[in-house]
């Protein structure tokens, strides 16, 4: 939803509200060959609309941390600013649909489909995120219209007035599914044309064809609705039904609480997730100040570690974890001098063990932040080898943990299709042959092997230094000598050797 989407993608993100505006005409008092069906949109009551509409923007603003819509109006009102330090707006993540669920069941598809608009449209969002955020409310619309109407056209609010139990239940479900598909459809369509065409033949390595899969985000959309997803119907039949009973829109309320309660967990959750983001970025912005020939390269190495753990199946919680290793794998360097990580020429031996002692230096400065976990050995051995030459412990094999021995990959991956100072960067064909002549002694063959069947689905394209600042940099290929470059004073000149694939990077 930024402001370089593709064509496609950009008029999908007109077409989508357009549609939902149109599923809101049988509430407009339309002739009769316009209006449709009697029960799409009339009759219709108003109070419980606007109740459901304020019910389901004030859940869904606890769900996302946010301030409910009273207290924005009484500070929208009293002049007072939002207070410093709140969390942004979550315009992508509609987490509370019971309220939403029991509109669908009580009110017709019109009227349904406008319960979902205000939360969308009045939500405390950014002014960058409002195109967003307006795609949002109509895809909701979009799947609560269509799910009215599935539930209407199997009789389910006769079933559901006279408590015709387990009756009522199908055409429940089958309204169920109908928002699960029309929302799932619609979401997945925009992954895609947002994504845009993939172009993998420049850029996969020669002799390797597309595997039978889908990439993480087609993945994400074909998936089927979760436990929460199901509990929130349940909610809202729950709601549905109390609300139609003798005790009215209290006893719905009364309801509503234990699934409040979930929602501000789940809120909390997000918040802590972010704080942990925070904090990761934090450390990455550091070293990358300290050296500008890096930049970029950790999250380059936090998403080619992701890329080889989703070829291993890498459950989800390991694997955002493995992404904050990637990401900080080299944030010991804020304990190397700068001069020496900037040196455009040779190292002595003590400066050499001096920027290698990196990933001491780093497990040091993380050791202390819980959130990371498995990360802290992959920090501090993401240099080992597996023929045991490798640093700070010598360790070999199985011994080095898997999240380093991932890692060592993802880092000389991009290390070598990366430019730096002393060397253009390769293309991804050398950098993958070079990878795997060194497998087996240097990197884990399996790693390799992982990042190789990545790399035939997923394009890979590091960001490219200024044209002058490329002109300035040798074209070497890899294994061929260096040439001769200066050196410090009173420190011999040195040149000829191979180039390292996976050095400190």
């Known amino acids: 939803m930024d402001t370089d989407l593709p064509r496609g993608a950009a008029g999908y993100l007109v077409a989508v509200p357009v549609a939902a505006l149109c599923c ?6 339309l002739p009769a060959p316009l209006a449709g069906p009697h029960w799409l949109g009339a009759p219709v009551d108003w109070p419980k609309v606007g109740l459901l509409a304020f019910l389901h923007g004030c859940w869904e603003s606890l769900a996302q941390g946010l301030p409910s819509p009273c207290l924005r109006l009484v500070r929208l009102l009293l002049r007072r600013p939002r207070p410093h330090g709140r969390p942004p707006a979550r315009p992508d993540v509609n987490a509370f649909f019971p309220v939403l669920f029991a509109g669908v069941l009580m009110l017709p598809p019109a009227a349904a489909a406008l319960v979902a608009a205000p939360a969308a449209l009045l939500g405390a969002a950014e002014p960058t995120c409002r195109r967003r955020q307006v795609w949002n409310g109509a895809q909701l619309a979009l799947s609560a219209f269509a799910a009215s109407v599935v539930f209407h056209r199997l009789a389910g609010p006769q079933l559901l007035l006279g408590s015709r139990f387990p009756a009522a239940l199908l055409p429940g479900c089958a309204a169920l599914a109908a928002f699960c598909l029309v929302n799932g459809v619609l979401v997945g369509v925009m992954r895609l ?24 985000a087609h993945r994400r959309t074909a998936a089927v609705p979760g436990l929460p997803v199901l509990v929130h119907a349940a909610g809202g039949l729950m709601v549905a039904v109390l609300w139609q009973g003798p005790y ?5 309320l009364l309801a509503l609480l ?31 100040i300290k ?6 390269h950790s999250e380059r190495v936090g998403r080619a570690s992701v890329l080889i753990a989703g070829q291993l199946g890498m459950e989800a919680e390991r694997l955002r974890t493995l992404r904050y290793a990637g990401v900080l794998h080299d944030v010991g360097k804020l304990g190397v001098a700068t001069e020496l990580l900037r040196r455009n020429g040779p190292l002595t031996e003590a400066e050499r063990r001096a920027v290698e002692v990196h990933p001491v230096h780093g497990y040091e400065l993380v050791r202390g932040i819980a959130f990371l976990g498995e990360a802290h050995a992959g920090i501090l051995h993401h240099h080992e080898r597996m023929d045991g030459r490798g640093y700070p412990s010598g360790l070999a094999g199985e011994q080095i943990p898997e999240f380093a021995r991932i890692i060592s990959v993802a880092d000389a991956f991009d290390s070598m299709t990366s430019t730096r100072s002393y060397r253009r960067g390769r293309p991804v064909t050398e950098a993958v042959t070079e990878l795997e002549r060194c497998s087996g002694s240097q990197f884990d063959p399996v790693m390799v092997r992982a990042l190789v069947d990545a790399l035939a689905v997923h394009d890979w394209q590091p960001v490219l230094p200024p044209p002058d600042t490329i002109r300035a940099v040798p074209d070497i290929p890899l294994g061929v000598p260096e040439p001769v470059r200066a050196a410090p004073r009173g420190v011999p000149a040195q040149g000829g050797g191979s180039v390292p694939t996976a050095g400190p990077s």
């Open 193 to 216: 044309l947002a994504d845009g065409p993939r172009r993998p033949a420049a850029h996969r390595p020669s002799g390797h064809r597309p595997q039978a899969h889908r990439s993480p």
């Open 291 to 296: 050296d500008a020939y890096t930049r970029g």
């Open 24 to 29: 809101l005409l049988p509430l407009l008092p």
């Open 248 to 252: 009215g829109a209290f006893a719905a």
């Open 258 to 288: 234990p699934l409040s309660i979930s929602a501000w967990v789940f809120a909390q959750g997000h918040r802590e997730r972010d704080a942990h983001q925070a904090t990761v970025q934090a450390l990455v912005q550091a070293v990358e």
